[in-house]
RNA sequence: GGUCCCUUCGUCUAGCGGUUAGGAUAUCUGGUUUUCAUCCAGAAGAUCACGGGUUCGAAUCCCGUAGGGACCGCCA
């Protein structure tokens, strides 16, 4: 039977590098084994989730390049797992709750005052039919819980290996709100039966939640899944990784002109056994992909080490790959423009602070005024060529004795403004002899 | 408080009873580039969280302690 796995985002918040981390472990997960990659879109509490984040959780996935073969909305379903629960209703595992959320949270403080395990009491279960008239009476209206029976839930994790779940230490889970509201635990399960899922991969935040969910779907047909939790990735400082941190928000990284291709890179290393380095293209990080090289321990992200991958992935791009992006920047900046200047360049789009330095008439403050008119005296003519610096600052050299860094610095600073930069002799040939004089005059 | 998990160079990690504890990245040094970056060569960097036990022998197995993470919702 061939793989689905499924990415289920809830649209509360922008995609961040840990839960996109998730999404390309799956998708991996998937393309490496020839198999399906669904997105669901979990969007029950309709109060929370926003249409925006969904178009963007969408186009966050297409711009990194993980495409899915079939997306829905949960909310679009609320149909099913009605139907669903009331199967379970008449198989008895589902009572109803009439306590209040108020009531509720006393409930759980007073345990933890005591000690005990804050888990719920199952009183509902005692409540008499005249108990319920009167609660309905009374105007409130019920809750479902689904009763678990199992004490002890184990499964062999494919991550974290044999899991063994105190089930009495969590509570029934809620199924339907008092409001008809169907809640996440119950319509994933449903969901994963209803679209043949058989990895479900996802952060060590559900592990707990898996065992109740394993009996849900046990009650409902027979659990067929593999289940799979990694360990959650921190931020450099050591915190948590929030949907509010927009520092390490895929929009950001967009917005910051970081390529894909340097952020699946380092999705597809960190928090594994691979080494952390620019990989060529997504297939060469499909077929390398292993479930089994991801870390059960959380580590933490170092967004310099982005910064890195993107910078090697700039200097790898040929001059055809990001003319239309270079174009949008200055139409004037051609091949030769780009092979000279990229090696210097921690984006594309930073190219843009070298057309002044090229294409400007700017001239130039220089405290060496008698050298740079030597050099000025003895600058060839035109046209020039890759030997043409080498000439010509011999030329320099001989006539003034100086060498190195007196040689070269001075006559960098006056022709660019500046102290570092692209080779020399490549740089001159784009900048001209007449722009030379031009930045020199004065 | 309960439940589950984790702890090896700064960082990400390999390691499954006998290794000079390996790699990647970052750092430093030298060379190349007469700059910066790249590239090449090399170096440094880990009392394997701590304590006890089992064993001829423990990073590795067991117990305890400490630290970290996750969950304990009419969120997902």
New binding site residues.
């Given amino acids: 039977m061939s793989t689905v796995t499924r990415f289920?985002?809830?649209p509360?918040g922008l995609l961040h590098l840990g839960n996109i981390r998730t999404a390309l472990i799956n998708w991996l997960y998937a393309k490496n084994s020839g198999g399906k990659f669904i997105l669901r879109i979990?969007d029950?509490?309709q109060e929370?989730s926003k249409e925006e984040y969904i178009s963007q959780i969408k186009y966050d996935l297409e711009w990194l390049g993980i495409d899915f073969d079939e997306t829905f909305n949960q909310s679009s379903r609320f149909e099913r797992y009605r139907e669903e629960f009331e199967k379970l209703k008449s198989a008895g595992r589902i009572y109803a709750?009439?306590?209040?959320?108020d009531e509720?949270e006393r409930t759980?403080k007073l345990q933890?005052a005591a000690?005990?395990?804050?888990?719920?009491d199952r009183s509902a279960l005692e409540l008499s039919d005249q108990q319920k008239k009167d609660y309905e009476l009374e105007g409130r209206k019920p809750?479902w819980r689904f009763l678990l029976q199992t004490e002890r839930m184990r499964w062999n994790d494919l991550l974290?290996?044999?899991?063994?779940?105190?089930l009495t230490?969590?509570?029934d889970p809620?199924l339907f709100?008092?409001?008809g509201?169907p809640?996440?635990?119950f319509c994933s399960a449903v969901d994963d039966i209803d679209f043949n899922i058989t990895n479900v991969i996802r952060g060590?935040?559900?592990?707990?939640?898996t065992a109740v969910q394993i009996e849900i779907i046990n009650a409902l047909d027979k659990n067929k899944i593999s289940f799979a939790h990694h360990?959650?990735l921190?931020a450099s400082s050591?915190d948590?990784l929030s949907k509010r941190d927009n520092v390490i928000s895929i929009d950001s990284f967009r917005e910051e002109n970081i390529e894909p291709i340097s952020i699946l890179s380092l999705l597809s290393?960190?928090?594994?056994?691979k080494?952390?380095?620019l990989k060529d293209s997504i297939q060469q990080i499909i077929d390398e992909f292993r479930l089994d090289?991801i870390?059960?321990?959380?580590?933490?992200i170092?967004t310099?080490?982005l910064k890195?991958l993107n910078?090697?992935q700039v200097?790898k791009f040929e001059y055809d790959e990001v003319k239309t992006r270079l174009d949008k920047i200055d139409t004037n900046i051609d091949q030769k423009f780009w092979n000279t200047i990229k090696?210097?360049l921690d984006t594309v789009e930073d190219v843009a602070a070298w057309t002044d330095v090229v294409f400007k008439n700017n001239s130039f403050e220089t405290e060496d005024k008698d050298y740079i008119n030597l050099a000025l005296e003895l600058m060839p003519d035109e046209p020039w060529d890759d030997q043409t610096w080498?000439v010509w600052?011999?030329d320099i050299?001989e006539r003034t004795g100086r060498?190195?860094?007196e040689?070269?610095?001075p006559l960098?600073l006056a022709f660019t403004g500046l102290?570092?930069?692209?080779?020399?002799?490549l740089l001159i040939q784009l900048i001209g002899r007449n722009k030379i004089l031009e930045r020199t005059k004065n």
Avoid: W
Avoid at 97 to 101: A, K, L, Q, R
């Fill in positions: 289920a985002p809830s509360t979990d029950t509490d929370r709750c009439y306590e209040t959320p509720l759980r933890m000690g005990g395990k804050q888990v719920y809750h974290k290996g044999e899991i063994d779940i105190d230490s969590l509570s809620v709100r008092e409001d509201v809640l996440y635990t060590d935040d559900h592990t707990s939640n360990a959650l921190k050591g948590k290393t960190i928090g594994t056994s080494s952390i380095e090289t870390s059960t321990s959380p580590g933490r170092e310099d080490v890195a910078k090697k200097q090696g210097n080498t600052t011999n050299k060498k190195g860094r040689l070269f610095l960098r102290t570092h930069g692209p080779e020399m002799k």
